[in-house]
């Protein structure tokens, strides 16, 4: 297990992690070798999943959260007298892990799809991701 | 890793993929072996997921997602004067992977519950699923 | 494959499985292993995710389920004549599955993260779920 760090600024922040996760597969020596790659993002207000990363669907998919989950008065304030409980709500919605294919040591996505970390988080974190590659 | 092709006919349509993938198992000869089975379709604009796969809970989860998310104007419409921002959020929220046990070569899955491909795109397409055999 | 067996209340009930997990690791005598576990609930009405386990956001989390996907008339009670086609469309969009992360034989997650199954089902149900390790 590696563990990849990455800066995010919170609120909705959108990350293409792809060609990270494929430089760890370069450094790890398996150009002839097919198997899958696990993502774990550490902490409860981020997730990972695919999308085309452009900035216009980046928005939709941004906007979309802001709409079904939007921010304002959440039981979880009063636990902590915090302000983040739709980033909460958010990331266990998205779940934390994703689970993708590689094949001779490239990843296994579309041409239009990447990588991403999205933060919920209401500020600015250093996220760490637990990137597992197992050899088929 | 293997690729399973599947046509669809886009627009929501839910493909039933569970003994297709009964059938790489069985055709790997894995009959007293366990493990996982990595299912990721290629693209952004379909996913994975389970359902108790009958057409009036098809119809149920079509309707949930063109409620939550329905057709109309989205940001990525201005990058490529498309029409599918909708189907990109969709696929973006019910993520491209999945992954289930298998036991003495069998799928572990309850007797109501199948493997679905859900194709979100505007039109009918040709789908790839990478399928990845990890044995215990 | 094991299965670990947990009893719910059904209704949204979210039950923390972190501690089971960790102990099927520590039985599994993986002390100085890494890799990964998957975990895949049975049945197509509950899903997995994490959360910071704690009342007031689970409280959310079930609020936010009501919410978007309210109990009422489903077209899948036309089949069974039954009252849970909100579970089931709750249960898709989660997923039944999750794959996290081991390091030296222990889980790798958030301090307030924890990986909790959540039961849509309308009445009080015993849950396998089945676990698979896998190492590096």
Redo the contacts between chains.
């Keep these: ?1 590696q563990t990849l760090k990455i800066h995010t600024k919170g609120n909705n922040d959108i990350i293409n992690i792809t060609e990270n996760i494929q430089e760890v597969l370069n450094k790890s020596n398996l150009k002839a070798k ?3 790659i ?1 993502l ?1 993002v ?3 207000t981020a997730g990972l ?4 990363y ?4 980046n ?3 941004q906007e ?1 959260f802001n709409k ?2 939007p921010e304002g008065d ?6 902590w007298h915090d302000d983040n ?1 739709h980033s ?2 958010r990331a ?10 590689f ?1 001779d040591g490239k990843l ?3 041409t ?2 990447q990588i991403i970390l999205m933060d919920f988080d209401t500020r600015s974190r250093d996220r760490e991701i ?1 990137v ?3 050899k ?1």
């Design positions: 297990m097919s198997g899958i696990n774990c550490i902490g409860s999943t695919t999308i085309e452009e900035p216009n669907l928005k939709d998919f979309f079904i989950i959440y039981h979880h304030h009063e636990t409980g909460h709500v266990s919605l998205l779940k934390p892990d994703l689970t993708v294919p094949q296994v996505l579309g239009w799809q637990a597992t590659i197992l088929e």
